[in-house]
Each structure stands twice: as C-alpha cells, then as structure tokens.
C-alpha cells in the first residue's frame, strides 16, 4: 500500500499540474484579448455563499480529507504510522 505522505504528494502534484494548466489557458485567453470578467450576473448577486468559488473549495477539501481519513482508517490502518 501506499504510505500516507506518497498520497498526499501525488494529490499535491495532480493539483499543481490542473492549476498550472488552467492558468496557462487564462493567460492565453487574456493575451488573445479575449474579456475574461463579463461582471456579476443576477444568479451570483442572488446566492452569494452558494456562487462563491471559495465556499467551493473548503468544501471540496473537506471531501478530499475525509477520503483520505476513510481510506487509512479501514483499507489501510498500517499505512497510517
């Protein structure tokens, strides 16, 4: 099985790469002239927790973590030291 810290930095590097990637495609974007802030629409003014990008990410992480927790707790618990 794969230690914990292998884990973690595979997930750390995948994270790094999309980022990577997605800021490489908006530099692109903004080089072309392409306007990449079109202001706030009606659906984000409405619901300012739920459109929050932010809000998005903490609960993702949260999701992350505790797959993580699941996975050392019950497939893995040797892993875990």
Do not use: C
Request: net charge positive.
């Amino acid at each position: 099985m794969v230690p914990w810290w292998q884990a973690l930095l595979i997930l750390a590097i995948v994270v790094i790469i999309i980022g990577f990637l997605f800021s490489m495609r908006v530099v692109r974007d903004v080089e072309r002239g392409k306007q990449m802030d079109h202001g706030v629409g009606g659906r984000v003014s409405k619901h300012k927790i739920r459109a929050n990008p932010i809000f998005w990410v903490y609960i993702a992480f949260t999701f992350i973590v505790l797959a993580v927790m699941v996975y050392y707790i019950f497939i893995d618990p040797e892993g875990a030291y």
